[in-house]
């Protein structure tokens, strides 16, 4: 099937997961730079889903996603247990890759290492990262609050403990929503701890109604809302010097200098005690710390920037030397660890880490390395 004859034959469905896609990836309290992935199943056959190392915002009809042969994919969870693979992420992968169709066309991409998961459930999802989402999902109560809070917003849910992305994450949500199912129904809302959260549905409006009414749900409950969060933002730099870069950027979010200044924090912070995945792919080995001087007084030195990302936390400016895309994603997400630890802790409650085990499987997954080449050009 030609792209011309694809998108024509899909132009609804196209339409509908562009839509849902562009919406929640248009906003950085819900996806911070390449996060969170979305799908939308065509036919009996065919599931659009987004690629690696991209941004949610970047898809349309011709662009930013791969097809998969879904039936097969899910055929490969609903037959097997993990317990029969010696290597269950590599037997996933590969169920993965075989199910991945080439449209002439359209552009050969990798899809989202998270396809397992979306082959299994309804005809649109949506799984993003939000910051209200991940209040619930880093905080060390969270399993135990999310009955309370769920009750409240009047939805069912299923709770999965924080798993590797990959083939184990798609079995555990398959046998959460199962335990969850209630009167036979299966939830449509699936927390994944110190992840983010999953919304599945059987339509694109359906999906982005209940991610909106989870999320303000949430964010009622830690005592926050959607107007709190700082929409990040960076300003051009002109080149102070002969040897400045004319492509420095600086972070334009007084939220996020005064939290610099305010907030309790180290470099370990951003780059070690990681919430979430993205927070390592986008921060580990690309921030570093001044602790002394302003933006302004190291520009006149002329001396190199130490990395992607510099701050300097006697004024709590922050310098960027690399894409802008890379820069905001940078940006969005120095905002997000610093506004999910502060409400956390409002609230009394406990931040809590990803492990050490899950921090090391990121950071050696080449899948993520992969999707974090994509994501800086």
């Known amino acids: 099937m030609s792209e011309s004859s694809f998108t024509k034959t899909y132009q609804i469905q196209l339409a509908e997961f562009t839509r849902m896609s562009q919406t929640a990836g248009s906003r950085s309290d819900y996806v911070q730079g390449g996060g969170g992935n979305t799908s939308c199943k065509m036919d009996d056959e065919y599931m659009g889903i987004k690629a690696s190392g991209f941004q949610l915002n970047q898809i349309t009809p011709e662009n930013a996603y791969a097809v998969i042969d879904y039936p097969a994919l899910r055929n490969f969870y609903q037959a097997n247990t993990p317990e029969q693979f010696a290597d269950v992420e590599k037997a996933g992968s590969a169920a993965a890759k075989d199910a991945t169709r080439t449209i002439a066309g359209l552009p050969v991409l990798r899809p989202s290492v998270e396809a397992g998961f979306h082959a299994i459930l309804d005809n649109f999802v949506l799984h993003t990262h939000p910051v209200y989402a991940n209040l619930l999902a880093c905080a060390a109560e969270g399993p135990q609050l999310a009955a309370e809070i769920m009750a409240k917003i009047g939805e069912n849910f299923a709770f999965v403990p924080y798993i590797n992305p990959g083939a184990q994450l798609t079995f555990a949500i398959q046998t959460a929503r199962h335990a969850a199912s209630q009167n036979g129904r299966l939830p449509a809302v699936v927390f994944l701890q110190n992840h983010g959260v999953i919304i599945t549905g059987s339509t694109a409006q359906a999906c982005l109604d209940l991610h909106d009414k989870v999320n303000d749900g949430l964010a009622m409950y830690f005592g926050t809302s959607k107007s709190a969060w700082p929409n990040p933002k960076l300003a051009n730099l002109p080149a102070a010097t002969e040897s400045t870069e004319p492509h420095l950027l600086k972070s334009a979010t007084p939220w996020l200098t005064e939290a610099l200044i305010e907030q309790p924090w180290t470099l370990e912070t951003f780059t070690v005690q990681a919430l979430y995945p993205d927070q390592l792919v986008f921060l580990t080995g690309q921030v570093a710390v001044l602790e002394t001087g302003s933006l302004e007084l190291f520009l006149t030195t002329g001396a190199p920037a130490p990395a992607k990302a510099t701050i300097f936390r006697e004024t709590g400016e922050v310098l960027y030397q690399c894409s802008a895309t890379e820069a905001q994603t940078i940006e969005e997400t120095l905002t997000a660890v610093l506004f999910i630890r502060k409400t ?34």
């Open 344 to 377: 956390i802790r409002a609230k009394g409650l406990t931040v809590s880490p990803m492990s050490e085990a899950g921090k090391s499987f990121i950071a050696n997954w080449e899948s993520e390395a992969y999707r974090k080449s994509i994501a800086a050009k």
